[in-house]
């Protein structure tokens, strides 16, 4: 062929899960390319093409303009091959082992539009009311990937073959055409082929396994009835209700948790709380992203109480709100209507959701009434994400749910292969560095039972195995530096299972060095940062609080911090405040005049 080139493409990024070689395919496809696209592990996508040397132009230049909007391409690198190799057609081979130092899986995403229209559609029968409808564009990533390269035999849905008969068209036929947004979708399925919900009472028997329709009807009588439901998503369960303030007072007191903790709220539009709370432009933008994280909105002054009940946060000022994103909770308004519903983890505290319908049944039989589960397994749990937006930022206070598994990039090279770093005890997130990307896994809440406990390491190695880092490539191991954390001693495992250092960072320096990566400072600056968490262990064996900290990447000087405080009972301070005022009060006018001022004010027994 006069004028022809073969090429090699490698890209990496978020590439795999996305759309991505299908996008390819018919790009290639549309320039009269030849050749093979294929998955790499975590090393990207390759592919090898041949055609006139104006249309690889066209395609290589095409690359970033078309890409699917989910999609990043982290680089492109391409090379001319001296081949004699002539190809006759276009194909998407089988996907191979590589390795690479990113990460190519994406997020959870979001159900797409599309999708809702198919689902809502009943002229699509296969699709029609189906709550697990997805495409090469939306659905499960994160949660159901067992290992790279991303295919459907190494994800969950492995026990869901495509079907072959189901009408108007097969999956299997879907699947392989290239003209359909479900080519080469790796997580989709429908009422004939994939996982469906059965609904479940309190004893673990089975009390609707009909129709999804008779199903979401029965649902919605139990929750009009004031019923708790506890249902199983994506990554994890959610316990819901109505929220008004009889439903919520009820579920507060069964969850056993302090009167005043909030809930997050689940709406089918932000039209419903419009007159009850303020919502930016950028607030609206996140809540509508394929992320769809808890996002804390500010109470309007005289806001509509009918609307927004103001048992669901009593004492603040804002509330966390979240829009549907799987095709359940779209369903679930379709049936019960335009009301705002507790959506809660499915959780005892400081216990990780079970993600097993038996497990489920058995930690929440106290808390919910009726239970709506399905039988795909959820390979990590993942709860939902929550952030405020702040001059016009995004501030994340957990970061879980459409945001993992994406990587930090840090502002500086690092000469390191890897290294695992276990976090604090509380809110605690694990990490995995990698060259200079740090991985965080999704959070993983209190290391303080031994479920968290498994959780972090479980968590921890399963990120490992997507970066496919070797035990060998791990150099050193990182942890607070307080010695009675849980996870000081799972740091402490891992030193000697990696049979590496073990390096103990103190608490609010760590909070500092994370600003500092966050905001792109060098490695040879230094900034002055204020910490106002609460206490942590000192490198002089002294509690600490309030510090000034002059601070570079490899050491700090604490050069300024609030007068040292009595704790009773030490540590249980951070949890019960009332024991930090009154060690206070005590130490500052004397055991006969903090007597006095006890007797006058209500302290809470803890």
């Not at 819901?240 to 009889?246: G, I, S």
């Not at 502002?411 to 604090?424: L, N, W």
Request: glycine share 6%.
């Amino acid at each position: 062929m006069k004028d022809s080139k073969t090429i090699e493409a490698n890209i990496t990024g978020i590439v795999q899960g996305v759309g991505f070689r299908p996008f390819l395919y018919n790009l290639a496809r549309s320039l009269n390319l030849k050749g093979y696209i294929l998955n790499r592990g975590n090393a990207g996508v390759r592919l090898v093409l041949q055609g006139f040397s104006a249309n690889l132009n066209d395609f290589i230049e095409n690359i970033k303009l078309k890409k699917p909007q989910i999609s990043f391409i982290e680089n492109v690198s391409i090379k001319s091959l001296n081949s004699i190799k002539k190809f006759d057609i276009l194909a998407i081979k089988e996907s191979e082992q590589g390795r690479g130092t990113s990460l190519t899986l994406p997020t959870d995403i979001a159900i797409c539009e599309t999708c809702l229209k198919d689902m809502r559609n009943p002229q699509m029968k296969k699709y029609y009311q189906y709550p697990f409808i997805a495409c090469a564009l939306c659905g499960p990533r994160f949660t159901t990937v067992k290992e790279l390269p991303y295919d459907r035999e190494r994800s969950t849905m492995i026990e869901f073959p495509f079907c072959t008969h189901a009408e108007p068209i097969s999956c299997i036929k879907e699947y392989s055409d290239f003209n359909n947004r479900r080519f080469h979708a790796q997580t989709f399925s429908c009422s004939v082929c994939g996982p469906h919900y059965t609904l479940y009472d309190r004893e673990g028997e089975v009390t609707q396994e009909k129709q999804i329709e008779d199903i979401l009807v029965e649902i919605t009588r139990r929750l009009n009835g004031g019923d708790v439901l506890a249902i199983k998503g994506i990554g994890g369960t959610h316990l819901v209700c109505l929220a008004n303030d009889k439903n919520i007072l009820k579920l507060r007191k069964r969850k056993g948790e302090r009167k005043y903790k909030p809930f997050a709220v689940m709406v089918p539009n932000l039209d419903i709380v419009r007159d009850s709370l303020k919502i930016s432009l950028e607030e609206r933008e996140i809540l509508n992203s394929f992320r769809r994280p808890i996002v804390l909105l500010e109470k309007k002054n005289n806001g509509d109480e009918s609307k927004m009940s103001n048992q669901i946060a009593p004492g603040l000022n804002n509330i966390g709100i979240m829009l549907p994103y799987s095709g359940i909770h779209h369903l679930l308004f379709d049936f019960i209507g335009e009301k705002p519903l507790i959506y809660t983890s499915g959780n005892k505290s400081s216990i990780p959701m079970a993600i097993e319908n038996t497990k489920i049944i058995e930690q929440l039989k106290d808390l919910a009434d009726i239970f709506l589960l399905h039988n795909r397994q959820i390979y990590q749990r993942v709860d939902d994400s929550v952030l405020r937006m702040h001059d016009s930022k995004v501030k994340l206070i957990r970061r879980s749910r459409g945001f993992v598994p994406e990587y930090l990039s840090l502002p500086f090279e690092v000469d390191i292969s890897s290294a695992i770093a276990t976090g604090p005890e509380l809110m605690t997130t694990g990490a995995i560095l990698r060259r200079n990307r740090i991985f965080q896994t999704q959070h993983i809440g209190h290391v303080t039972h031994l479920e968290t406990y498994d959780f972090l390491k479980e968590s921890l190695f399963h990120m490992q195995n997507l970066l496919q880092v070797k035990d060998a490539e791990i150099e050193f191991i990182a942890c607070d530096l307080h010695p009675a954390f849980i996870t000081t001693q799972i740091a402490q495992e891992f030193s000697s299972k990696f049979n590496v250092d073990l390096y103990q960072i103190q608490h609010h320096y760590a909070h500092i060095l994370s600003l500092m990566a966050e905001n792109d400072v060098k490695i040879d600056e230094k900034i002055v940062g204020i910490c106002t968490d609460g206490i942590g262990y000192g490198t002089d064996g002294n509690i600490w609080g309030g510090e000034i900290i002059l601070s570079d990447y490899n050491k700090f000087q604490r050069i300024g911090h609030l007068e040292n405080q009595p704790m009773i009972g030490g540590d249980r301070c951070t949890k019960y405040p009332a024991r930090m005022a009154a060690s206070i009060i005590l130490n500052k006018f004397g055991i006969d005049e903090a007597s006095k001022i006890f007797n006058k004010i209500e302290i809470i027994n803890d």
